[in-house]
Each structure stands twice: as C-alpha cells, then as structure tokens.
C-alpha cells in the first residue's frame, strides 16, 4: 500500500519561510509524480505545485510562483516543497499525492495522500 507522510509544518512569521518533506513508504517514490495541495478553512482543496516522474518538469500555481520550490531526491524516497516570503493567505493544510508518471492539474488523478501537515502564516 502506498503510503505518504508529509511534515515540516508550523507557525511562521509573514515573510517567513518552511521546507515541507514528503516521505514514501511501500513504494519507490521515482516512478510518481508528487503533487502538493493545500486546504484552508471553509475552501476548496487546490493544486499548489507538482513535479512529474520522468524530466522532473515542475509546476507552480500562479499564487506561489517564484516563492515555492518543489524537488525531490529519489535516494532518500522525498519530495520537499520549500516555501519562502510565505503570506497569511498562504495558511492551510498541506497534502502531498501521488499519481503514475505524470503531473494533473486535478486532484482526482492523485490517488494516494498523505494526512497532511498544517501551515499557519501569522504575526
């Protein structure tokens, strides 16, 4: 059974920064592609970043452009999204799915999540 576990979740300061990891466990996490998530309160879950299996070609939302880095390092089987100049509005529970090969811009393509890590941007 495909397992994930994200961590590295936390209060932050506005303008601060935060690594999530994304660990795998019963699967080689190279043969996915890795999305990240996020859920704030009374919104939809949304589509933060993604990097696919093959050329490891990443994705961003526009939200996160330029603040947010995805990668992954196939030895130690994690995927780390790696947050800076973090916002209020960027405050949520982060998931990280995975789904065979290739990015999707929907999360009903993913079908393995982890139980998510919370991120709370606030002074």
């Known amino acids: 059974q495909l397992q994930l576990v994200e961590s590295g979740g936390g209060l932050v300061q506005p303008g601060g920064s935060l690594r999530l990891s994304c660990a795998a466990s019963?699967?080689?996490?190279?043969?996915?592609?890795i999305g990240w998530f996020r859920q704030a309160p009374g919104k939809e879950r949304e589509g933060v970043s993604c990097i696919s299996r093959y050329d490891g070609s990443t994705y961003y939302a526009d939200s996160v452009k330029g603040r947010f880095t995805i990668s992954r390092d196939n030895a130690k089987n994690t995927v780390y999204l790696q947050m800076y100049s973090l916002k209020p509005e960027d405050t949520a529970v982060y998931y990280c799915?995975?789904?065979?090969?290739?990015?999707?811009?929907?999360?009903?393509?993913?079908?393995?999540w982890g139980q998510g890590t919370q991120v709370t941007v606030s002074s």
């Open positions: 799915a995975a789904r065979e090969h290739y990015c999707s811009a929907s999360r009903a393509n993913f079908a393995s």
């Open positions: 019963g699967f080689t996490l190279d043969y996915y592609a």
